[in-house]
Nanobody, 123 residues
Framework: QVQLIESGGGLVQAGGSLRLSCAAS????????MGWFRQAPGKERECVAA????????YSADSMKGRFTISRDNAKNTEYLQMNNPHPQDTAVYYC????????????????WGQGNHVTVSS
């Protein structure tokens, strides 16, 4: 059973930068595609980005392209989300997730989830 622990969230000013980390344990990290999702108050959880097992294939939601970058370090069993130039509308709880097959961009594609990490972007 894969366990995922997010870290790095908190308060950031608009236009600043923040890096989220997700440390995995209890499974073979390199056998999972990984993703980042977020859920703002009153909104559905949405996919921010996803990355393949080797790190060579990535997906980013249109509104995050050019600002947020997903990456992973299989030697450290960790994935990252680098958030540059965040906007106040990026305020949300951010979740990392692990998928056994494909590189999903929907919630149903992921079997394992982290507990969530709050990110607040101040204007």
């Amino acid at each position: 059973q894969v366990q995922l622990i997010e870290s790095g969230g908190g308060l950031v000013q608009a236009g600043g930068s923040l890096r989220l980390s997700c440390a995995a344990s209890g499974g073979t990290f390199s056998s999972y595609a990984m993703g980042w999702f977020r859920q703002a108050p009153g909104k559905e959880r949405e996919c921010v980005a996803a990355i393949g097992r080797g790190g060579g294939s990535t997906y980013s939601a249109d509104s995050m392209k050019g600002r947020f970058t997903i990456s992973r370090d299989n030697a450290k069993n960790t994935e990252y989300l680098q958030m540059n130039n965040p906007h106040p509308q990026d305020t949300a709880v951010y979740y990392c997730a692990a998928a056994k097959t494909g590189i999903p961009t929907t919630l149903r594609g992921y079997e394992h989830w982290g507990q969530g990490n709050h990110v607040t972007v101040s204007s």
